[in-house]
C-alpha cells in the first residue's frame, strides 16, 4: 500500500552535489551503470583481504546506522573484518516500519549507490557475496535493484557475488537476528539463543548487517572522504539522513536533511503544516510522540530528541493535526504493533495484546478507572522481555502516547468516548496479519 | 563480578508453566500472562540448591543459571 504509492520527491534541503538525493532519478526514468560510472568509480573487485583503510575512513566519517539503532558503523565493519571465517554482507532493505519509505525510495531511484555502498562494504571486511534483502511489497525496489545487479552481472564481473532475497513484508522480518535466520532457515523471526550476527551469521559465518541508507552513505564517503561527510550533521552524528515526512504538511515525502536540522526547518522545506498541529510521532511505530510545544524546539538527531524523552529510529516524522485524536491514532497503531509480533514470547505475544485492549478500551470511553495503573505496570512487565527489541518498541510508543495526550486520556478515563471515532487514522497500516 | 551466578530465562523456550516461580518466589515472579520475571542481578549462594531445582523442573528447559567469567 505505501511501497507502490511513492510520493513525489519535492526537492531536498541538502541537494548539495554527492550526497544521497543529488544520486536520485525521477519516477520512470533509469541512471544506466555507464552514466552512474561516471560520477562514481567502481567498487575494487571482490578480495578476501579486510581494507582497513576504507574501515578508518568510515570511522573518521563518524557514519552511523541509519535502519533505527544508530550503531557506529565502522565498529560493526571491524568487528566482522576481525572474525576467523570469510564474512558476508547481508543489506538491509527491509524496512518493516509503516510509516518509512525512505529505504524504498533510495533503492528505487539510487539502486547503483546502493549497490556499490554494499559492495564497498564487502571490500571492507573483505566479504566475496553480498545478499540484499528486500521487502516482497517493495516491487519498484526489488525491480530497480535486480535491472541494476544485472547491468554489473555484465559489466563488473569481478565484483563481490550479489544474491537478491524476498523479505516477509513484517515488522520483526527486518530485525537484524531475524533476517540472518530468513537466510539460513526461511523464517523471518528471531532465532533462539543469543548469538549475533556479527559473529556468526549467515551460514555461521560473520556476517555485516546493514541498513540500505548507511550502505549508501558509505559510498560517498568512499568518493568524497569523511572530512567532507563531517562537514554537515552534528558531531555525534555526522552527515545527512533521508527522513521519511508524513501528515498534516502540504509537501509530504521523503526528504535528505542535515542530522540535527530543526523540525520546524523541515516543516517550513515542506510547505509548512496544513492544520494547527496536535502532536508528532518521531521514529515511527516503535518510537515516541512529542507533544507540539517540544516538537517546535527538537533538533532531529538523538541527541536532540533524546533531550526531550524522544527516539529518532530510522527517520520518520509524522504531523498529527490537531483535528486528529491522538488516542485514536495510537490505539490503532498498538493493535497493528500487537499482531505483528513473531509470536514466540510469551510477554510479547499477551502483553501487547492485552496493551491493544486497555488502549481500545479507554479510547472508546469504557475502561475502568485502573486501566492507566494497569497500563503502566504491563509497560514495565513487557519491557526487555522478548527474544528481540521489537516489544521495546511497542512500549515505547504507547509511553509516549500517554504522557503525549495525557489530558486527551484523562477525559477518555472518565467514560468520554472518542468522538472522531468514524474518522479514518492518519497514520498508515497495512492489512491486519495475525501472527506467525 | 567473577563467580557469581545468575538465573536467566530463554524466552523463546519459556512456555508459562509457572513452576519456577512456585519453587523460586524469592528470585521469580510471574506476569499477568503467567510468564516468569527474574529478579535482576546475581542471586546469593543460600538459593543456589532452590535455584538448581527450579531449573531441573522447568518443563520447557528454558531456565538456566549462568556464572560470570
Not at chain 1, 51 to 71: K, N
Not at chain 1, 162 to 191: M, S, T
Not at chain 1, 378 to 396: I, K, L, M, T, Y
Not at chain 2, 45 to 59: E, K, M
Request: aromatic residues 6%; hydrophobic residues 40%.
Amino acid at each position: 500500500m505505501k511501497r507502490n504509492s511513492l510520493p513525489s520527491l519535492p526537492p531536498p534541503p541538502v541537494g548539495e552535489p554527492g550526497r544521497l538525493s543529488s544520486f536520485f532519478t525521477p519516477p520512470g526514468s533509469w541512471t544506466t551503470l555507464a552514466e552512474h560510472r561516471r560520477r562514481f568509480p567502481a567498487p575494487p573487485p571482490a578480495r578476501r583481504q579486510p581494507d582497513g583503510t576504507l574501515i578508518e575512513m568510515v570511522e573518521r566519517a563518524g557514519l552511523r546506522g541509519r535502519g533505527g539503532a544508530s550503531f557506529p558503523t565502522a565498529a560493526k565493519l571491524r568487528a566482522v573484518a576481525a572474525g576467523k571465517r570469510q564474512p558476508v554482507v547481508l543489506a538491509n532493505g527491509s524496512e518493516g516500519e509503516p510509516a518509512s519509505y525512505k529505504d524504498a525510495l533510495i533503492m528505487t531511484s539510487a539502486p547503483h549507490l546502493v549497490l556499490d555502498g554494499a559492495l564497498l562494504a564487502a571490500s571492507a571486511v573483505g566479504a566475496e557475496e553480498v545478499i540484499v534483502g528486500i521487502a516482497l511489497d517493495m516491487r519498484a525496489a526489488r525491480a530497480a535493484i535486480d535491472r541494476a545487479e544485472r547491468e554489473r552481472y555484465a559489466a563488473e564481473p569481478s565484483s563481490a557475488r550479489i544474491r537478491i532475497i524476498d523479505v516477509p513484508a513484517r515488522y520483526v522480518a527486518g530485525e537484524e537476528r531475524a533476517l540472518v535466520n530468513l537466510v539460513n532457515r526461511g523464517r523471518a523471526i528471531p532465532p533462539q539463543g543469543t548469538s549475533r550476527p556479527f559473529e556468526r551469521g549467515v551460514a555461521g559465518r560473520p556476517t555485516l548487517v546493514q541498513n540500505v541508507e548507511t550502505l549508501a552513505h558509505l559510498a560517498t564517503i568512499r568518493r568524497n572522504g569523511p572530512d567532507w561527510f563531517r562537514s554537515v550533521g552534528t558531531a555525534e552524528t555526522p552527515g545527512t539522513m533521508l527522513v521519511s515526512l508524513g501528515g498534516a504538511v502540504a509537501d509530504p515525502g521523503v526528504y535528505e536533511i542535515e542530522v540535527g536540522t530543526t523540525f520546524v526547518d523541515l516543516l517550513s522545506a515542506a510547505g509548512g503544516a496544513t492544520e494547527r498541529i496536535g502532536g508528532v510521532l518521531t521514529g515511527g511505530y516503535s518510537g515516541t510522540w512529542l507533544r507540539t510545544e517540544e516538537a517546535v524546539r527538537v533538533t532531529l538527531d538523538q541527541k536532540g530528541l533524546s533531550a526531550v524523552g524522544g527516539f529518532l529510529g530510522c527517520g520518520v516524522v509524522s504531523v498529527l493535526p490537531a483535528s486528529a485524536c491522538g488516542l485514536r491514532e495510537s490505539s490503532a497503531v498498538l493493535r497493528w504493533m500487537a499482531g505483528e509480533t513473531a509470536g514466540q514470547c510469551g510477554p510479547c505475544v499477551y502483553g501487547l495484546a492485552a496493551i491493544a485492549d486497555a488502549t481500545e478500551s479507554l479510547r472508546a470511553g469504557r475502561a475502568d478507572g485502573r486501566v492507566l495503573e494497569r497500563l503502566e505496570r504491563w509497560s514495565g512487565d513487557v519491557e526487555g522481555r522478548g527474544a528481540c527489541r521489537f516489544p521495546d518498541g511497542a512500549v515505547r510508543f504507547l509511553r509516549s502516547a500517554l504522557r503525549t495526550f495525557a489530558a486527551d486520556i484523562e477525559k477518555h478515563a472518565k467514560g468520554y468516548p472518542c468522538i472522531r471515532a468514524d474518522q479514518q487514522p492518519m497514520l498508515p497500516l497495512p492489512l491486519m496479519t495475525r501472527a506467525a | 563480578m567473577k563467580g557469581q551466578r545468575q538465573l536467566r530465562v530463554d524466552p523463546i523456550g519459556c512456555t508459562g508453566h509457572g513452576i519456577c516461580a512456585e519453587l523460586l518466589p524469592e528470585l521469580i515472579r510471574l506476569d499477568d500472562w503467567g510468564y516468569p520475571i527474574i529478579k535482576n542481578g546475581p542471586f546469593p549462594a543460600s538459593l543456589l540448591d532452590h535455584a538448581r531445582r527450579a531449573v531441573t523442573a522447568c518443563p520447557a528447559l528454558a531456565l538456566r543459571i549462568t556464572t560470570d567469567r
